[in-house]
């Protein structure tokens, strides 16, 4: 079965310092990867998808993410903070059989400091 | 934003009684799931639909029961709830297709005293 680890709990970062997310997974093929943002009190939304080719994929928000089969990692990255993107992020990985499911990792809670 | 409510918002109930969930949807997609979201569990899967009166079973379905008779509704059911199961309860719903992103609902708080 797959699943998805986020080493970082919680991460502190000054507001326009750089930001990276870690994410590691583990499935038997090539995964589907996702990474979610969920603001306080809210639902979940998606900041980009890698399902093949580039392994450098660009989203919404000024977040990119690296996907490497090597490492099987998937980590977010932000050059720059801005205040508003303190939230908690999730990575998820999917499955290749029919339902679309996901799996999702724990979660890194980001605070941004002014 | 995609078309996706939750009700109710909040609830607060007490132990052995039951409880029903509704996520509704406006954007006629296939695939529906509910989730819960435990502090250092991130979102866990509970039960999903893949059609009218088609579901299966996630990580966590233990105590939890599903019913899908429009496409547009998804009911969870607590039959009997716990305080294990207080939690947030999050809908997502997804179009066909291979490995479509999922979009979520608002979330539902329930505790159970």
């Known amino acids: 079965a797959q699943s998805v680890t986020q080493p970082d709990i919680h991460i502190t970062v000054s507001e326009g310092a750089s930001l990276e997310l870690r994410c590691n997974y583990s499935y038997g093929a090539t995964p589907y990867l996702f990474w979610y943002v969920q603001s306080p009190g809210q639902g979940l939304q998606l900041l980009l998808k890698?399902?093949?080719?580039?392994?450098l994929v660009q989203g919404i928000k000024g977040f990119e993410a690296e996907f490497k089969r090597s490492q099987s990692s998937f980590n977010l990255r932000k050059p720059s903070v801005h205040w508003s993107d303190a939230a908690e992020y999730f990575c998820a990985v999917g499955e290749r059989a029919a339902g679309n499911k996901l799996t999702f990792g724990g979660g890194t809670r980001v605070l941004v400091k002014p | 934003d995609a078309g996706i409510t939750q009700s109710p918002r909040h609830k607060v109930t007490e132990t052995g009684t039951p409880v029903t969930l509704r996520c509704h949807q406006t954007?006629?997609?296939?695939?529906m799931y509910w989730y819960r979201q435990d502090p250092g569990h991130g979102l866990r899967l509970i039960h999903y639909s893949y059609g009218v009166k088609d579901t299966d079973k996630g990580e966590v379905s233990d105590g939890y029961s599903v019913s899908r008779s429009k496409t547009e509704d998804f009911l969870l059911t607590l039959e009997s709830a716990t305080s294990s199961q207080t939690s947030v309860y999050f809908c997502?719903?997804?179009?066909?297709?291979?490995?479509?992103?999922?979009?979520f609902g608002p979330g539902t708080r329930l505790t159970v005293t």
């Open positions: 954007e006629n997609h296939r695939y």
């Open positions: 890698y399902f093949s080719g580039d392994t």
């Open positions: 997502a719903i997804s179009p066909s297709g291979t490995m479509v992103e999922q979009y």
